[in-house]
């Protein structure tokens, strides 16, 4: 017997899993990160949990698999995303290599997620799966005969930024009309935030401390759970935006499931539902499709569990 650890490095929060070699989940932490703390603070975190694993595991640590929120060259293995100050060019797997002692796979969390669903979630005995991490800002995964798509430059199946329209915010990757400034986690809060400002009768407010500003895409979903009309029709508009999208992923790649996830998907049918009522609106009544549109069975564990199964493949254990 052997135990792999895997490790997923998001913006709000980061987890460390121990699996076992069949992919049982035998210890898992979550954790909130310090927006200050940087990278050195996640690393130094990262590094005292993997050692904490390592050393509870009744049995000897193989490999390491990591997810990471943002952009990532699958070739070399490292960061390359802006988002986070201080991450680009970072070469992660090489660091945890060195740390760990064990071979250590790297993959973003939209890859990472779409694996894990692949392997053990809502897409498990599937051809092709399509995934989509809704969470502060929006990524996808595309898997297909159980090969991750990566297309020329790795970008096959970034969703947030397809352009669903010619205008609207600017998007965090410098364009306008992207699908992320419609519907992600910061969407869904910005568009709580400038309700609340002009009509105060929401739950929202009251959900998120008194503090219009501090209105997050969490509070917005707890309201509408209560049934405030503001935050159910904020939810209502960000499922059609999502919708529209969605049907081009169809129309594209007709995969066997779609399955959403991320801390947005946690909405459940609050999200669910508006989705596929615009999808009935939206679609020809001509060109059927049997795509169905899932939420993720692994919650917000997907990337996690996509870590376990490449971290598996370091190890060289057949998934
Ligand atoms: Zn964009």
């Excluded at 997620?113 to 995934?131: H, W």
């Excluded at 898997?143 to 915010?169: F, M, N, W, Y």
């Excluded at 509408?224 to 129309?251: K, S, Y």
Aim: hydrophobic share 45%; glycine share 14%.
């Amino acid at each position: 017997m052997n135990n792999v650890i895997a490790v997923d490095i998001g913006g709000t929060h980061f987890r460390v899993g121990l699996f076992d070699e069949a992919g049982r989940r035998l210890l898992v932490s979550e954790n909130a990160t310090l927006p200050a703390g940087g990278r050195e603070w996640v690393l130094e975190q990262v590094r005292d949990h993997c050692r904490r694993f390592a050393e509870k595991s009744d049995y000897p640590v193989k490999a390491c698999g990591m997810s990471f929120g943002g952009l990532v060259d699958s070739q070399c293995q490292r960061v390359t995303s802006v988002h986070f100050a201080g991450w680009k060019d970072f070469a992660l797997a090489d660091w945890m290599w060195e740390m760990l002692g064990v071979p250590c796979r790297l993959e973003n969390d939209a890859n990472a997620g779409a694996l894990g669903e692949y392997t053990y979630g809502a897409g498990r005995g599937l051809g092709s799966l399509f995934y989509v991490t809704l969470s502060a800002g929006i990524g996808g995964g595309w898997i297909s005969e159980g090969k991750i798509i990566r297309g020329r430059d790795g970008l096959a199946g970034e969703i947030g930024h397809l352009p669903v329209s010619d205008t609207g915010v600017l998007c965090s990757c410098g364009a306008r009309g992207c699908l992320e400034t419609f519907c992600s986690g910061e969407a869904i809060a910005r568009r709580g935030q400038e309700w609340a400002g002009r009509r105060s009768e929401t739950r929202m407010i009251e959900l998120s401390g008194g503090a219009i500003e501090d209105i997050t895409a969490k509070a917005v979903i707890e309201a509408a759970a209560q049934g405030d009309m503001a935050a159910e029709r904020i939810l209502r508009e960000a499922g059609r935006w999502l919708a529209r999208a969605l049907l081009m992923v169809i129309r594209l790649l007709n995969p066997d499931k779609i399955v959403l996830g991320g801390g947005v998907a946690q909405a459940g049918n609050l999200l669910l539902d508006p989705v596929n009522e615009a999808i009935g609106e939206l679609k020809s009544p001509t060109i059927g499709f049997s795509t169905a549109i899932v939420l993720a069975e692994l919650g917000t564990l997907s990337p996690l569990y996509g870590a376990a199964v490449l971290a598996r493949e370091a190890a060289g254990t057949p998934v």
